[in-house]
């Protein structure tokens, strides 16, 4: 019996198995264009050696590295957690460096700065707008109790596995602006707030430690606020961390129209020693 579970496991492993393409070089179709200095857009293509493990972060360093030292990028981790180095890969919003050489058809990778982006320089976009709108969400929890007026004594918010279940998904999120780049509706809707500031405001919405219920419906609740997604579903299926921003929009869609009932306790606040 066990035998048989294994087989089964391995199947599915198989099934769900990326398939690798290994090579000793890539072609890297960088877009390439300068729009304060008004140039025109081209791409340039540049062969770089790879090897099993590189990424498409790694080639494209490799090239400004050894090839063109002036192709514009912006990255940091190069873990796949500050989000800085989203760009289109192979026509896919994606993490350059989460995205390895291997894993992409063809002998040539084309690469794009994000779309509903303004457009910086070559792979580098402006990311004001998209940072506005998440502000606007007013990302932070509100509750009276949680400001600590005796700086003599510590608190914390008394919350249970399943209060943590409802939200933790979304406080993955990166802000990598993937979900906003493939998003249709951002395209034609520049006052749209987006799939990652609309999920971020469920996120705050069904924490139990916020007491802004109402004032956060209030701020989405706006015919370019959250009746403007015509669920696509394209956000949830590019965020590179998990998040399921079309099911937060849902969701909280589900508080507006009174089918779902915020039944949340406001977590308990409990004072404990400060033993420094």
């Known amino acids: 019996m066990t035998e048989q579970i294994i087989e089964k496991i391995e199947k599915i492993e198989k099934k769900h198995e990326k398939k690798e393409t290994l090579r000793d ?46 192709i514009a990028i912006r990255y940091s981790c190069r873990m796949a957690s500050c989000g800085s180095c989203g760009m289109k890969i192979n026509g896919i ?42 502000r ?10 949680a400001d600590i007026k005796d700086r003599e ?8 596995p399943e209060d943590l ?8 999120c990166i802000k990598c602006g993937l979900c906003y780049s493939a998003c249709p509706t951002v395209a034609t809707d520049t006052k749209f707030p987006g799939p990652q500031a609309l999920s971020q405001a469920y996120r705050y919405f069904i924490d139990n430690r916020d007491s802004a219920g109402k004032g956060r419906t209030n701020i989405v609740d706006d015919k370019h606020g959250i009746w403007r997604c015509h669920f696509a579903g394209s956000c949830s299926s590019v965020c590179p961390k998990g998040v399921d921003p079309a099911l937060g929009i849902q969701l909280l869609r589900g508080h507006l129209l009174g089918f779902s009932k915020n039944e949340k306790k406001i977590a308990d606040l409990q004072e404990r020693l400060n033993k420094n």
């Open 25 to 70: 070089s890539i072609v890297l179709k960088v877009y390439r264009a300068n729009r304060l200095a008004g140039e025109p857009g081209r791409y340039d293509s540049v062969e770089v050696p790879v090897q099993r493990w590189t990424t498409v972060l790694d080639a494209l360093l490799h090239a400004k590295a050894y090839k063109d030292p002036s």
């Open 93 to 134: 919003p994606r993490l350059a460096c989460y995205t390895k050489v291997s894993e992409m058809e063809g002998s040539t990778i084309t690469i794009e700065p994000l779309a509903n982006f303004p457009h910086l320089r070559d792979l580098v976009t402006d990311f004001s707008q998209f940072f506005l709108h998440h």
């Open 136 to 145: 606007n969400m007013q990302p932070y929890v509100q509750n009276e109790h």
């Open 153 to 160: 004594k510590l608190s914390e918010f008394v919350q249970k």
């Open 165 to 172: 279940d409802r939200f933790l998904q979304f406080s993955y």
